[in-house]
């Protein structure tokens, strides 16, 4: 493709150089530059990209896409000046795949919780139903059946059109993405054409990054605000944030509610830990889910599918048939009738939400409920965890979650801190959460439950910049015997 091409749309300052030259790729990382391609300077939290652009030249690089030019300029290579290159690679990485959004119908979900799972039952209704469908998820992204794993919530926007443009080759129909606040922000989404945007719920998450929560909410919200005139809008009712997330938008709006007026309406009939009975806009349903949050991300599933054309009779056979996502409320029993509960539950809002839903199946047994907090992020929350956990289990255990770079231990002192000399009496503090773990098990008696949160799908533990295989789930089954 020719650079002029890939400017299309681009607000350039300047441009010294060839534009009818031959474009063989776009990258945004100087490591991964081949002969031909253009490089996007970034300028990121931690790395300046305009500090590899020699290196991009050197390793066959043709034109460079900067903000600031550099002193020394190479004669055969096509530099253009941007105000932003943030703002602009998006635009560059969906031309050069050819807009592959406008290819395919793309809906993003954004909010706190609910993201991975709603994607994840839109992708697998719709395959149900007979569609060939993409996912872009937290824990994997898929074309069709085949697996591509994730390292992001939501890719660079290089990566991501180059995903999307697999996914047309592949005859796909519809795509599910979640949309990290992050990721808005960033504008990794940028030049991206959405037929319809999902919000699930708002609470303080990424806090580290957004610094404010007033920042983290105008960063979900500003997805709703790019969305063209020809797109939809699903939002929940029952959040406080739902209508100001959309109170800009020029995308058609309607509304899901457990509890409101709404367009989409449900409530729980009868619940059991193998699952619920739902009435959904005047029909009976039995979901393999358990939870309000759950209905609330059922409904969001649900209100999608009528948007996207599907008949309501076929959309709740779809839903009878789904089951929950690896590491959402995922239940496993013990030999000694107990259950333990592995969830990704890592805000205080995700931990009260597990904790009802495990209090509105059960109610009888003792819950207790293994959690810790994420290092080099938010630490404001870590006080709030603990004493969510509290409120709600009638033992906690407080350990390492990823710990990142941080000691573990500090990072249980910050969330102990959170507790008075009352409410710490239900707690032990361990380090090593596979100990945790084992020591909940051990404590729990028939009919009891344990929740183990914080991980969910995850399969290691961060540590010093290192990924340590860790799953809760083989933990467990390793207690229970049931991994032979």
């Given amino acids: 493709m020719k650079l002029k091409e890939l400017l299309i749309g681009i607000k350039s300052i300047a441009i010294i150089g060839d534009t009818d030259v031959d474009i063989t790729g776009v990258n945004i990382d100087s490591r991964k530059i081949h002969d031909g391609n253009l490089f996007v300077a970034m300028k990121g939290t931690l790395v300046d990209g305009h500090q590899f652009i020699t290196k991009a030249i050197s390793l066959g690089a043709k034109a460079i896409l900067c903000e600031d030019l550099p002193t020394e300029r190479s004669a055969d290579v096509t530099y253009v000046r941007v105000a932003d290159t943030e703002n602009e690679v998006g635009k560059v990485a969906t031309a050069f795949y050819d807009y592959p959004s406008k290819k395919l119908k793309l809906v993003g979900v954004t909010g706190t919780n609910g993201k991975t799972t709603v994607a994840t039952l839109l992708y697998n209704m719709f395959r ?31 990566e991501l059109n180059y995903l999307l443009h697999k996914m047309v080759e592949a005859g796909c129909d519809y795509v599910f993405m979640e949309c990290s606040s992050h990721a808005i922000a960033q504008k990794r989404i940028g030049g991206l054409t959405f037929t319809g945007g999902i919000f699930t719920n708002l609470t303080r998450d990424h806090l580290d990054y957004h610094k404010t929560f007033e920042n983290y909410r105008n960063a979900k919200k500003a997805f709703f605000d790019m969305l063209p005139k020809s797109a939809f809008v699903i939002t929940n009712a029952d959040d406080k944030n739902g209508m100001y997330m959309v109170q800009n938008t020029k995308a058609t709006v309607k509304t899901y509610s457990m509890s409101r007026m709404a367009d989409f309406k449900a409530n729980i009939v009868e619940m059991h830990f193998a699952g619920m009975y739902l009435n959904v806009d005047g029909h009976e349903v039995g979901v393999q889910f358990i939870g309000k949050f759950n209905v609330s991300n059922l409904l969001a599933v649900y209100g999608t599918a009528i948007m996207l054309g599907q008949k309501s009779e076929d959309i709740l056979v779809a839903l009878s048939t789904l089951h929950s996502v690896s590491g959402r409320l995922e239940p496993i029993q013990s030999a000694d009738g107990y259950t333990a509960i592995v969830d990704y539950a890592h805000t205080p809002d995700a931990l009260e939400n597990v904790l009802n839903a495990i209090h509105e199946v059960d109610g009888k047994g003792h819950v207790i409920t293994v959690c810790g907090a994420g290092g ?63 020591t909940a098990c051990m404590m729990a008696q028939k009919g009891d439950v344990v929740l183990i949160a914080g991980k969910g ?28």
């Fill in 128 to 158: 149900k139903l007979g569609y060939k469908c993409g996912l872009l998820s937290t824990v994997c992204n898929y074309i069709e059946e085949s697996a591509i794993p994730a390292d992001h919530t939501t890719p660079d926007p290089i």
């Fill in 376 to 438: 080099n992020r938010d630490k404001g929350k870590r006080p709030l965890m603990a004493r969510e956990a509290v409120k709600q289990s009638d033992k906690v255990i407080i350990t390492s979650d990823n710990p990142r770079f941080e000691d573990p231990q500090a990072i249980i002192d910050d969330m102990l801190a959170g507790l008075n000399s009352q409410q710490m009496k239900k707690v032990l503090s361990i380090v090593d959460r596979r100990e945790a773990i084992k």
């Fill in 457 to 484: 799908h995850e399969n290691y533990q961060d540590i010093k910049g290192v990924k340590h295989h860790f799953d809760d789930k083989e933990v467990v089954k390793e207690i229970f015997g049931l991994n032979n």
